[in-house]
């Protein structure tokens, strides 16, 4: 079998078996202060075995992404090294504890790379379920470059924390992310979503290239975004404790350049909409990640018009 690209430069071939999406400290760590308290589910819903039980393993699982030992030896100076100290104690003291602005951005940026790698389509868990079932990017993925070539995170790459409980808890907002943007220059972007909850801590990683956003935990002071405004000297356990799903973000359909994603109305039909459109089954089974997506509305109705061979 030929050996796996890189996941993140693409040219050179991966090393092994792939490198620990999860640091391998951070899940000696996690492991060491006993099982994961929680069962596994996605978007909210269990994942469940083909038995019908709910998931839940005795420890943390292992995520695998094929990655050179170049790009991973970038990897790991730019993102483990700058937020090891504080993640460690961090994670010991189910995320409370006071850090400077320097530290949380690192914080946030450790969190970015988690999210992205998470969700990249060759990322592999060590448990067949999860594997299954587990959420990852559909269609063109988001730009992995700077991560590895000395350039600043995208500006449009967000990374919200809120202080949450493991309950879901009550929904507050939900942000329809639209999923593809139609810039000034004619071209399309797309936009990603990756959300976390361990306990105490909810992540979400969103790319939104042309589109700000307005998130209403943040706006109140009530959470923050890592990579742009990070807390001057802040403490999470200092935030008020909502539930993971307090505010959730959906990916949504194709909007102009400029769109501000809100807790508006607008902004929330957007994303019951899009919801809709994302049960329809996929079509194009043959395209090519590397050329520019139609929007999903315009694939769906494609499907409806034109039903592909096959
Ligand atoms: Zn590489």
Sequence with gaps: MAEAKCAICGVNDASGVGEHVWPKWFLKQMDASGKPPNAWSRNGKPILKPGGQQVKLPQRTRVF?????????????????????????????????????????????????????????????????????????????PDYSWMVDGSPPPNHLSVFVHHTSMQAGETEAVLGVPEHVQRFDGSVSVSHVFQIATP????????????????????????????????????????PQ?????????QGLLVNEGFQIDSSETSRLLSIFAHEIEQAPEVYPGYQPEQPQPPRWRRVMNRVLRRPDS
């Design 65 to 141: 992404l094929p990655v050179c030992i170049p790009c991973n030896n970038k990897l790991g100076a730019r993102f483990e090294d700058p937020a090891v100290a504080a993640i460690k104690q961090l994670a010991a003291n189910r995320w409370a504890g006071s850090h400077s602005a320097t530290e949380w951005r690192a914080v946030g940026m450790w969190w970015a790379k988690i999210g992205l790698m998470l969700g990249h389509t060759a990322a592999s868990y060590n448990h067949r379920d999860l594997n299954d079932q587990m959420i990852r990017f559909e269609g063109r993925p």
């Design 200 to 239: 105490d801590l909810a992540v979400a990683v969103v790319s939104h290239p042309g589109m700000t956003i307005v998130h209403p935990l943040v706006e109140r002071g009530e959470a923050w975004e890592l990579l742009r405004d990070p807390p001057l000297l802040g403490d999470l356990a200092s935030l």
């Design 242 to 250: 909502f539930g993971h799903r307090r505010v959730v973000f959906r």
